[in-house]
DNA sequence: TCTGGGGTCCTAGGACCC
DNA sequence: TCTGGGGTCCTAGGACCC
């Protein structure tokens, strides 16, 4: 463990979906804009310029908080495929720089620049190059945090944000943090900030002085690796694996919120439908099989519950997928009670579905065939056009409308 | 403050097996 | 009858991230 420290680059960028609902409508530059839903309708920010956050609006938010917050505010609907287009834009820069590059999210990636000096120069410079880099071939601004870890590059970035760069110099790193609060670390949360505090440890420093036995002692081996992070280091999971590994999918889910709580079955029932069908056919865009099946359900009141079965044979067929979601519902829906949101979660992956009999498994083949071509007509048509209406009476099936907030949120940008 | 959607990882208890 | 100790799988829930 001795070896040359590495140099690890992160790159996040700055208000990302903000700014690129900025590049389709420039008159949105220099305003209070928040993206993520309409004003007054049921949902949370998924990112909030930086004008708007000036009063206070900030991501996770509740759509009619940030309103309160800063009435003038536009407001405006997610693109989940501009975003995914810009991405790979800024995937594309940032891989003509450096060949191990890992995106982290849609918004952020790390580079592993350790001895590219001779072609890019020292890692301030070389970081100072990319950034502009990006800028010219995108339009977007980001900031970068280098560092001789993941950690320490990206709580680098994030105090470098907007449009910044930050070296943390190797064998600084624990001067670095010290004065950084607890929640500056990724992974602490509002619980742990809560648990930390109650033994007196508000900053990272303080946490660093604690030895690694008292921590384990207190949060297990989360403790460990909060140690280790409070140090500089990689310490567990994901962190530590190198850069550019490619990691595949463990789960796949979609779910939806109801713009008003809905007791009625037939409705709830057909939403499940629609939701099976789009798992089914991530599922099968994937080539993955999925063994356990989970249904997620919310009440009006916010409580919630999930209930997974595992099947004996894993599928990626709408139909098979429906029937058990449809049994864990009917078995745990408390009949009539207001529901404010419904989820299906696909898990345990098997590449590739262990068959049955020969007959079964040919049987199994015509249907792959039948959805397959279904998915190309959606694609061609939307996705209200192909509905595959086994096991439901005729009519039953809720219309399906595109879901202006299928995207994901942003934490801290 | 009336709380989206899509993920990952961890814990904990019970079943079941040797 | 007064009862071990792992290992693994399954299920439920929760913290956290973007």
Redesign the pocket.
Known sequence: MNAVAKTIFHVDMDA?FVSVEELFDPSLKGKAVVV??QRGE???V?AASYEARKFGVH???????AE?HCPHAIFVNGHPERYRECSEKVYGVLNSFSPLVEM?????AYLDMTGTERLHGPPLRAAQKLHQKVKDQTQLNCSIGVGTSRLIA?VSS?KAKPHGVLWVVPGQEARFLAPLDV?D?????????K?LQALGIHRVGDLAKFDDNFLEDKF???GL?LSGKARGFDA???FDTEVGGE???????????YNEDTGDAQQLESTLMRLSE?VGR?LREAGLHA??L?LKLRYK??T???????LATATQLDTEIFEQIRILFRKNWKAGAAV??L?V?A??FESAARQGDLLEGDRRERWKDVLSAADKLRDRFGESSVTLASGLKAGFRERTHE?P?????????
């Open positions: 990302f993520g839903g049921r949902g949370v998924a991501s996770a938010m509740p759509l009619r908080t309160k982290a999210s849609i918004d952020e990206k994030a929640r670390i990724p992974g602490v949360g509002k619980v742990t900030e648990n297990g081996k989360w690796a567990g999971g994901w990691s595949e999918a463990k789960s796949i889910s979609h779910e939806h919120t789009m991530r063994r356990t989970q009141d916010f919630t519950i999930t209930r997974a079965h595992s404010r949101l989820g979660h898990a345990s879901n907030a299928g995207l994901r949120g942003k934490g801290k940008e």
